[in-house]
């Protein structure tokens, strides 16, 4: 289970430890409103993440990252199928950088 240790760094990230695995990571404070879990299979992590926001609620969103490739899936509830969306670790990667840029054509190398 993770507990909050105290301040980390500026005053809006909080220092989150571990306790059986020993792992810390920082967590930016306005993230302790949110709800998800991280679970870890064999074979990945799982991440789901949960609409606790105001209505109309958007279905869990389930991230699982594997090896070689992420998956992200989401319920459309009109139809009630599964939408699935696979990205490559460099397209991870790619969507990582872009959401810290300006508007503009990127080329990574």
């Known amino acids: 289970m993770a507990?909050?240790?105290?301040i980390a760094g500026p005053a809006s990230m909080i220092q989150i430890k571990r306790a059986k695995a020993g792992v810390e990571a920082s967590l930016d404070a306005?993230?302790?409103?949110?709800?998800?879990?991280?679970?870890?299979?064999?074979?990945?992590?799982?991440?789901?993440l949960i609409d606790e926001g105001e209505s109309p609620l958007a279905e869990d969103?389930?991230?699982?990252?594997?090896?070689?490739?992420?998956?992200?899936?989401?319920?459309?509830?009109?139809?009630?199928?599964?939408?699935?969306?696979?990205?490559?670790?460099?397209?991870?990667?790619?969507l990582a950088a872009a959401l810290d840029l300006p508007e503009g054509i990127y080329r990574r190398k």
């Open 61 to 94: 969103v389930i991230v699982e990252a594997f090896d070689d490739c992420v998956v992200i899936e989401q319920l459309d509830a009109e139809t009630d199928t599964a939408l699935r969306i696979t990205l490559s670790l460099r397209q991870v990667k790619d």
């Open 30 to 48: 306005s993230y302790l409103d949110a709800m998800f879990t991280i679970e870890h299979d064999f074979d990945a992590t799982v991440i789901t």
């Open 3 to 6: 507990t909050a240790s105290g």
